[in-house]
């Protein structure tokens, strides 16, 4: 990025920012690659520690992320209007903090410059999840963890 896109997120809408500059907004802590569970009486998310089953245990990334959505079916593409109901991502996602009107964090990569700010702030799922293959009921596996 030039120096003329710095902090471009508190200046330009979701709805306008190149793709270079929507990407960048991802963190890339994984959270939201973790299995949910909706609480059917209260709709309220709730997270575990398993992981999907492209996700990379150990550096936390996707291993298809071009094409994640036809290998896992269930993997939601962020655009603004998945967005507007943005309650499935984490507190911490920088997609839902915006859409929602907030700042960032202040260990964001954007904020920092560093990639490691994410793992160093203790906001990545690498080394914390599980396989889906190594996991029996998605229930024995809620978190606490994941904001």
């Known amino acids: 990025?030039?120096?003329?896109?710095?902090?471009?997120?508190?200046i330009v809408a979701l709805a306008e920012m190149s793709v270079e500059q929507w990407?960048?907004?991802?963190?890339?802590?994984?959270?939201?690659?973790?299995?949910?569970?909706q609480d059917e009486d209260t709709g309220q998310i709730h997270y575990t520690n398993v992981a999907c089953a492209l996700l990379d245990l150990h550096s936390g990334q996707c291993r298809d992320y071009c094409n994640r959505s036809d290998a896992m079916p269930d993997c939601?593409?962020?655009?603004?209007?998945?967005?507007?109901?943005?309650?499935?991502?984490?507190?911490?996602?920088?997609?839902?903090?915006?859409?929602?009107?907030?700042?960032?964090?202040?260990?964001?990569?954007?904020?920092?410059g560093e990639e490691g700010s994410v793992a160093a702030a203790g906001q990545s799922i690498a080394g914390r999840a599980i396989p889906a293959t190594a996991a029996e009921e998605l229930a024995w596996h809620l978190v606490d963890w994941v904001r």
């Open 23 to 37: 990407e960048s907004l991802c963190d890339r802590c994984a959270k939201c690659c973790l299995e949910k569970l």
């Open 76 to 112: 939601i593409t962020l655009t603004v209007e998945t967005l507007r109901d943005s309650r499935w991502l984490p507190e911490t996602c920088a997609y839902r903090l915006l859409a929602e009107g907030k700042p960032l964090p202040g260990w964001h990569p954007l904020i920092t």
């Open 1 to 10: 990025m030039t120096k003329h896109d710095e902090r471009f997120w508190e």
